[in-house]
């Protein structure tokens, strides 16, 4: 008889999205901290790579190149790693598995598009199939809630709702592709400092519910109805904490976009074109004119964390 096959020597390589929400809404704090939310996570071209390579039982390392690379940390707060180990210790003979997770960066780090979410979404999945698991969907979407509330949309990817603290996605009823830009700030918002922000701000915070004119807007595939729907109960918070990014939105609009709104807790700004032609002459217009340090084009939704040939 054959003897079995050893490990597959080469690594399983994940792609993943970036989100904006089209609306976040939010609640007074929770006794465990978080807030209640409300919100529509929207899905975007614009993606990180997370390869996983087998290593010696026990091993786990990690390794991050691209944009914002010098910000991720590399020990044991790194949610590619703690997402690994999470996995092994759950779903595997712990002892004998082990992992070397090389991330290459194209979402920013501290930017409201839940980069470090995206990165523990995707090494779920690539350690899930690097050591042949038996998980279903069901079971990584319950680690993945362990991990961050951002963590199980990243999974899941398109336009979605979520609730509780964010980690309970549903897919929402979504028509049409959309165009966006994407403008990336100077410095990252700590998610933390932004909620702090929020409370002293919203001290009779209500029950968070997602406004109808978004998901009928969502429904009828137009951008302009949609672009008018986008909210976001972060943004004065973020827009106190960096009056800077009044400028970028100001400046977004003047350039034609149909909406703009900052992502989750910022600094990033999201603007919907009216169309693709749209979004290329934003594009150019918010380059030049220098109000931001880099803008990028996207479009969604886009599917969530998958393997890759
Ligand atoms: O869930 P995650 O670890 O990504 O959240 C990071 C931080 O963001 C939390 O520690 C908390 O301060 C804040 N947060 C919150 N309410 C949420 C989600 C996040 O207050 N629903």
């Keep these: 008889m054959a003897s079995p096959l050893p490990p597959t020597p080469v690594g399983v390589r994940v792609r993943v999205p970036a989100k904006i929400n089209l609306a976040l809404k939010v ?5 465990d901290g978080y807030h209640p939310l409300a ?3 929207h899905a975007v071209s614009l993606y990180d790579e997370v390869e996983a390579a087998w290593a010696e039982p026990d091993e786990f390392a990690v390794a991050v190149s691209g944009e914002g690379a010098a910000q991720v940390p590399l020990d044991d707060s790194n949610l590619a790693l703690r997402a690994a180990r ?7 003979p712990y002892d004998s ?10 979402i920013p780090v501290a930017a409201g598009l839940a980069g ?9 999945l690539a350690c899930s199939v690097l050591w042949d698991l038996d998980v279903s969907s069901d079971g990584l979407r319950e680690l993945a809630a362990e991990l961050g509330s951002d963590v199980p949309f990243a999974l899941l990817g398109g336009t979605a709702l979520g609730s509780g603290r964010g980690e309970e996605v549903v897919p929402a009823l979504a028509r049409g592709t959309y165009h ?9 918002l700590s998610t933390p400092a932004v909620y702090g922000r929020f409370d002293e701000l919203t001290p009779d915070a209500g029950a968070p519910e997602v406004p109808d004119d978004l998901m009928n807007a969502l429904r009828s595939g137009d951008p302009a109805l949609l672009g008018a729907a986008l909210s976001n109960d972060l943004q004065d918070a973020a827009l106190d904490l960096q009056p800077r990014l009044r400028q970028v939105l100001e400046a977004g609009l003047e350039y034609g976009a149909v909406g703009a709104v900052v992502s989750g807790s910022g600094p990033t700004c999201a603007f919907l074109a009216a169309n693709e032609a749209a979004a290329i002459d934003l594009t150019v217009a918010l380059s030049a004119d220098g109000v931001c340090r880099e803008v990028r084009r996207v479009s969604g939704p886009v599917v969530g964390a998958r393997v890759v040939a």
């Design 86 to 92: 999470l996995l092994a210790r759950t779903h595997g």
């Design 97 to 106: 598995l082990g992992a070397h997770l090389t991330i290459r960066k194209a």
């Design 27 to 31: 609640g007074g704090r929770r006794p």
């Design 180 to 188: 966006w830009v994407l403008a990336f700030g100077h410095h990252g």
């Design 116 to 124: 470090g979410s995206s990165n523990g979404a995707a090494a779920l």
């Design 39 to 41: 919100t529509v996570y």
